[in-house]
């Protein structure tokens, strides 16, 4: 488990990807926090598109708002409160151009943003969102609280795939991050602690 113990503009966690373009791509994280303002969840950047694939979390208007190659979707009726667990799961296909979000395993409805796969080098950042290729970062959009079981695929899941993630069951970890073996690098003040979700 990360923790992002602190509002800051620099602590953060670079995961190591080595896929260069992606066809289609699928985001799994559980988080929890006690933010009552706008907050990054995922970014990964290219040169090209410094919102290549991000999960935000608007507030104002609480919403889920999945970015693909700088263009957003927004998705309200996420249960998304502070205090708690949260798995969100986002899904994109190039061919068909859709997204989805998946909040704590209660799909929204699928929908148009872009086609076209997202290449070149890319940068994934936990902890802050980046308005350039590995930068830009804004402490009023960083993530304070913790962050578990990432897992990156390059390739939409199903739904029964991503309601066993949710549900803890045995599920294929990603092919692109998988959270047993990331691949990772800390900036700043983050700890990393095995996480114990349930007493026993």
Not at 51 to 63: G, P, T, V, Y
Not at 134 to 160: I, P, R
Not at 172 to 183: C, E, F, I, K, R
Request: proline letters at 3%.
């Amino acid at each position: 488990m990360f923790t992002f113990p602190q509002q800051t503009n620099t602590a953060r966690v670079t995961l190591t990807t080595s896929t260069v373009s992606f066809n289609a791509a699928t985001v799994c994280h559980r988080s929890f926090t006690d933010l009552k303002r706008d907050h990054i969840l995922f970014s990964m950047a290219t040169q090209t598109n410094s919102n290549a694939f991000l999960i935000f979390w608007d507030s104002i208007n609480k919403e889920m708002e999945p970015h693909i190659k700088d263009l957003k979707k927004e998705y309200g009726g996420c249960d998304y409160k502070p205090g708690m667990w949260h798995s969100i799961c986002s899904t994109w296909d190039s061919v068909t151009g859709l997204v989805q979000v998946w909040c704590d395993g209660r799909p929204s409805s699928r929908m148009f943003i872009t086609s076209g796969p997202i290449s070149g080098s890319t940068i994934t950042i936990l902890g802050q969102e980046q308005d350039s290729h590995g930068g830009g970062f804004d402490l009023k959009q960083s993530f304070v609280g913790m962050m578990s079981d990432v897992h990156m695929w390059d390739y939409t899941l199903s739904a029964c795939e991503i309601q066993k993630y949710v549900d803890e069951l045995n599920f294929t970890p990603g092919n692109v991050l998988n959270w047993s073996a990331l691949d990772f690098q800390i900036t700043g003040r983050v700890l990393t602690e095995n996480k114990q979700m349930t007493c026993h």
